[in-house]
């Protein structure tokens, strides 16, 4: 669908749900600012002169380390949409006079304030939140903690209408909140469209290209990219010791490839997060061994716990030839200055969704990414 098309369809006053509210959570800002940019952009090329959809708010804290949730102008009827990235390390609050940095749970106790701050006078909340709460804390084994479900269950009871997410680590996790809208999206497009850009002379052809899947987890997104692109895939399952229990994981004792040959192939690896990065610098190590010619790697989340020292040695090394990552949670100012780290924005596609929802109609109205891919492709090809 062409802008102007879309515009009739997510800028009509008469199909809305409701005005439109934005509200960035602190740190979340930047992500918020492209997002706003984006609809207000389409809003005066529809006709609709708005300067921005963004509604001040904060989450002040007292001394003792007690916070509060404070929306700064009216958000009576509005269809209100609040995007937390509940992965942001680098926000600071001080308590008992020490700076701390903001954990996952401090973030989604911010959430859970601005939505009691809305004070039921919203017309309806929906929350954006691209790296789902207590996502890695899936499943229960043994006596466990069933963090993602919990939160999304508490959501609901607080008026939550809809919750968008990107590539939750688990998606069955909407499971736990049948009757709720709960939409789990790929920026597949996006990444191939950042990949094409900002790497110079790929071949994608069966004979000097192929995707791998890093784990038996990852095996769908893999197969989807495969598929799409026309090229062979291949995978690596993780052999654990399950003897043994190290930071409450079975340890992985090696990385066994199942496929075809990867000789002399470029290769392209996608995963849902990058954490410490020790699995996916394991598996190029594996694939370099089996004279892969060059391995590009993507993560929606790349969080680099353990520093990037690994992957700058790495990359200098000829082991690894880039990593993608998406702009959907924080970036340090030092990864982003790294030669081999690739961004892909997705702040454009979130627009949209929020478009598509705010009217009450099928993100397939607005783009279709399949489509898009396809058209990708051609392009690329006739180049």
Known sequence: MTVSSANEVLFNPQTRVAPLGLIAMNGATELGDKIDHYLTGWSKEGGYDTESFLIESQCPRFSSGDGKGLI???????????????GNYSCKYKMFGQENSMSPD?????????IQAAGGKAHRINVIMPILYGGRQHRRNYRESLDCACALQ??????????????????RVHNAIPLMGFDNVMPTYQVLKTMFK??????????????????????????????????????????????????????????????NSVE?????????????????LDIAYALKEKKAKKIYAYATYGLFTDGLEKFDKAYED???????????????????KREWFMEVDVSKYIAYFIAAINHDVSIGTVIDPHEKIHQLLQKYNQK
Do not use: C, W
């Open 318 to 336: 000829g082991y690894i030839d880039g990593i993608l990552g998406t702009n959907l949670t924080y970036r340090s100012p030092e990864l982003l």
């Open 154 to 171: 508490e959501l609901q009871d607080m008026g939550v209408s809809n919750i968008v997410t990107f590539d939750a680590h688990d998606p």
């Open 72 to 86: 700064k102008s009216t958000v009576r009827g509005n269809d209100l949409f609040i995007i937390v990235d509940v």
């Open 106 to 114: 401090d973030h989604y106790q911010d959430l859970k304030r601005i």
């Open 264 to 280: 002399n192939m470029e290769i392209f690896i996608s995963d849902d997060i990058i954490s410490s990065g020790e699995s996916v």
């Open 198 to 259: 900002k790497i110079k002379d790929l071949h994608i052809t069966k004979e000097n290209f192929m995707v791998v899947s890093p784990d038996e987890g990852a095996l769908n997104r893999n197969m989807y990219y495969a598929s799409v692109l026309g090229v062979e895939l291949g995978m690596f399952y993780k052999r654990r010791d399950y003897s043994k229990i190290i930071n409450g994981r079975n340890p992985i004792v090696a990385h066994e490839y199942l496929g």
